[in-house]
């Protein structure tokens, strides 16, 4: 019965990593579309989305299905719970990587801003960065790796504040940028909230491998370990 | 065994509606404080985020030992998958309020604007009363009422969409708006995205009752049964 439970669990990672995988190109060809300014790669956005719908799908029926036949616990039953999140979290950054090409689409459609794009490309590059260390954490259950994704979160946050001062101090001084400097607020909005759930899935990461729930600042809270 | 189940099922449905009462009530807060424009409301909302965030965890913790202690399998099983899944819903509601709540106290440090709030308390109302009726729906099991909130969200998206538009006209005509115009889309964003959670919650329901997976659309994919 372990021995079949270990196929199983393995099944179900490369499910979540295959979702992991289409997510990853819906937003670097999101981003992609709105670097270049090029409308080819938003179709493929679309495209991979229904795929990671499909995904979302199936992966949460394997989780209920392996709990039923297995009745797993301890590490096995924390592997599942962290799997019916990640399954979630992957499903919503898809989603971003769909509101981000909506907005690219949109820009497509105007001229090319003075000022381009400022830091958006940056906080592309690390949002992705999150998400594929987030998933080389979960594969590895590597906590450091884990801890080190959460701790890039403020950075996300800070280069999401910057955006949007720059963006509304545009709009302020040139009536004629507003919808463009819009679709932009728009979409540093979504990198941000991609980096989010990078996050999410690091703290499931650390909660499969030593069952601590590090949600909400729960760690800080904790009393030091003796020294 | 199967009676003292029933007991933590009713245990755990009673901490979903009590994080379900407190987003309510952080929402009605916000919402408070930006149409009378009052800053105490904003306090409530930021006691009760901390409260929202014990139960989360809480509520993750008693699934997972409801699986291991339990080995639920059927409709009980299924009960706990959607808990797990309305555990996060709520807490993501609860995030959002908050974020309504920054928002408002930007917009109360600065004069009001002549267009008011264009139909943003009219989205503030729909979407606390899908998030009510959602929680009725998991409480009764009733898929009626489930089907009822679903149908609402399109009229939320196309509230959000005008208020989008005529809040993008504003800061074109007159750039002294900007920031509290952009303020709103933000708001109107999260009210939006509050639907959208009280729509997850309410295919939750469907799940649990019918054993049916709706998302994604996959109900209107199936073949029509039989007359």
């Given at each position: 019965m372990q021995r079949h439970f270990e196929v199983v669990e393995k099944e179900l990672m490369e499910r979540l990593l295959a979702m992991g995988g289409l997510t990853e190109r819906m937003i670097s060809s999101a981003v992609e579309a709105l670097v270049e300014r090029k409308t080819k790669p938003l179709e493929t956005v679309a495209a991979l989305?229904?795929?990671?719908?499909?995904?979302?799908?199936?992966v949460d029926d394997r989780c209920l299905k392996m709990i039923a036949l297995h009745q797993p616990t301890a590490t096995?039953?924390?592997?599942?719970?962290?799997?019916?999140?990640i399954n979630s979290d992957l499903e919503r950054i898809g989603d971003q990587a769909v509101n981000i090409s909506e907005n690219t689409a949109l820009l497509l459609d105007e001229p090319q801003l003075k000022k381009k794009l400022l830091d958006i490309p940056r906080m592309a590059a690390l949002a992705q960065r999150m998400l594929k260390d987030s998933l080389a954490a979960f594969v590895g259950k590597d906590v450091a790796l884990a801890?080190?994704?959460?701790?890039?979160?403020?950075?996300e946050d800070q280069l999401k504040s910057e955006a949007f001062h720059e963006l509304q101090q545009l709009m302020q001084t040139d009536s004629s940028t507003v919808q463009r400097a819009l679709c932009l607020i728009l979409i540093a909005r979504n990198l941000e909230r991609i980096a989010d759930h990078a996050t999410?899935?690091?703290e499931d990461v650390i909660f499969i491998v030593l069952g601590k729930d590090i949600r909400h600042g729960a760690e800080a809270r904790e009393p030091a370990p003796p020294a």
């Open positions: 989305e229904d795929e990671v719908n499909q995904l979302h799908i199936e096995d039953l924390r592997f599942i719970m962290a799997a019916i999140k801890r080190a994704v959460i701790a890039q979160d403020d950075a999410n899935i690091a």
